[in-house]
């Protein structure tokens, strides 16, 4: 389930112009941190208002 959930919003992200896909998650769920690796997502730096947090991981997805 989680695959179609994450293929859906990455087509509706597509469809609506969107070049990317970035998230904020904590290191305390390393289960969701692998699942958004597993389907492409990196960690990157902060974006947005977000500071840099050892509380925050911030992961990107470019959408091609």
Do not use: N, W
């Not at 998230?23 to 289960?31: A, D």
Request: charged residues 25%; positive net charge.
């Amino acid at each position: 389930m989680a695959r179609q959930l994450m293929h859906a919003l990455e087509q509706a992200a597509r469809d609506a112009g969107c070049p990317a896909l970035v998230l904020e998650t904590g290191p305390s769920q390393p289960e969701a941190i692998a699942l958004y690796e597993r389907h492409g997502f990196a960690r990157c730096g902060p974006y947005g208002g977000y500071r840099d947090d050892p509380l925050s991981v911030f992961m990107r997805k470019p959408l091609r």
